[in-house]
């Protein structure tokens, strides 16, 4: 009932800059948090940044300073501004969405198909 949809992956060399967006769509009657995680091969999905409805926001260690998380949400999107990209920092970026949904008004969580981002050396 409600899609995410990633944007903006690619390939850089180390140092370079990548903006990743995410637009959620569907039924939805708010959005509670937005977060990308992202996933090394042999890795566990780790959380990079999430920001909430009050736009508080939170940052693994190894991002702080150099990403940034935004949202706009008259567009239901949210974005990862990433600068001074390491080749550490290759892997799957996924969104993830805790919605509220309309009629029942439960949250749901909901994830995007992901997008690859590859830097190199």
């Known amino acids: 009932q409600v899609q995410l949809v990633e944007s903006g992956g690619g390939l850089v060399q180390a140092g370079g800059s990548l903006r990743l967006s995410c637009a959620a769509s569907g039924s939805i009657f708010s959005i509670n948090a937005m977060g990308w995680y992202r996933q090394a091969p042999g890795k566990k999905r780790e959380l990079v940044a999430g920001i909430t409805n009050g736009r508080d926001t939170n940052y693994a260690d190894s991002v702080k300073g150099r990403f940034t998380i935004s949202r706009d949400n008259a567009k239901n999107t949210v974005y990862l501004q990433m600068d001074s990209l390491k080749p550490e920092d290759t892997a799957v970026y996924y969104c993830?969405?805790?919605?509220?949904?309309?009629?029942?008004?439960?949250?749901?969580?909901?994830w995007g198909q992901g997008t690859q981002v590859t830097v190199s050396s």
């Open positions: 993830n969405a805790v919605v509220r949904v309309p009629t029942t008004l439960r949250l749901d969580d909901y």
